[in-house]
T-cell receptor
Framework: DAGVIQSPRHEVTEMGQEVTLRCKPISGHNSLFWYRQTMMRGLELLIYFNNNVPIDDSGMPEDRFSAKMPNASFSTLKIQPSEPRDSAVYFC???????????FGEGSWLTVV | AQTVTQSQPEMSVQEAETVTLSCTYDTSESDYYLFWYKQPPSRQMILVIRQEAYKQQNATENRFSVNFQKAAKSFSLKISDSQLGDAAMYFCAYRIKAAGNKLTFGGGTRVLVKP
């Protein structure tokens, strides 16, 4: 079975540019999570969806960040405009119903210069 | 605030020896799950082991086992017969039903394995 699929794996962009990260969760999972990992702040939950509906977006750092989940098999995390401090590894993860394990994608390494 | 604390930034172990990683957490809830994830240099987050809070029996997965002390809110991970491939960051995490569906992570412990 395919795991959580993220793209791109690596992206280098210039400050001010728009960045879109994509995620395909594991088929049948109804919860999807976006995490960010940095040296300074560790692993932070940005937002999570349940049945395609955003449940908790309190971790989204500011209005430059937005996330969508138009259907059960696709989600995007967009940063516009990007800044150097957004450089991080962004993980998408998914799980089934409560109690099930959360599985992570391989991450999208973002560098903003 | 709900927190997960890993007090050891780094641990070193000789190959074939045993190492124990500590984790404590804070919650007043009773319905939750605990996890250990491994993150090798590739940055992939890999589930090592999970524990249901309602189960008293400690979970085991091959060379990995936990010591779950619910009253003390402690959830340590023991790696037995350490192998070079065990070298990685290890993250303790919990998932509390009353706090939504999300995982909250500790700060991580880096494990170094000496040949």
């Amino acid at each position: 079975d395919a795991g959580v699929i993220q793209s791109p794996r690596h992206e280098v962009t210039e400050m001010g540019q728009e960045v879109t990260l994509r995620c395909k969760p594991i088929s049948g999972h109804n919860s999807l999570f976006w995490y960010r990992q940095t040296m300074m702040r560790g692993l932070e939950l940005l937002i999570y969806f349940n049945n395609n509906v955003p449940i908790d977006d309190s971790g989204m750092p500011e209005d430059r960040f937005s996330a969508k989940m138009p259907n059960a098999s696709f989600s995007t995390l967009k940063i516009q405009p990007s800044e150097p401090r957004d450089s991080a590894v962004y993980f998408c993860a998914s799980s089934g119903s409560w109690g099930n394990t959360i599985y992570f994608g391989e991450g999208s390494w973002l560098t903003v210069v | 605030a709900q927190t997960v604390t890993q007090s050891q930034p780094e641990m070193s172990v000789q190959e074939a020896e045993t190492v124990t990683l500590s984790c404590t957490y804070d919650t007043s809830e009773s319905d939750y799950y605990l996890f250990w994830y491994k993150q090798p240099p590739s940055r992939q987050m890999i589930l090592v082991i999970r524990q249901e809070a309602y189960k008293q029996q400690n979970a085991t997965e091959n060379r990995f086992s936990v010591n779950f002390q619910k009253a003390a809110k402690s959830f340590s991970l023991k790696i037995s017969d350490s192998q070079l491939g065990d070298a990685a960051m290890y993250f303790c995490a919990y998932r509390i039903k009353a706090a939504g569906n999300k995982l909250t992570f500790g700060g991580g412990t880096r494990v170094l394995v000496k040949p």
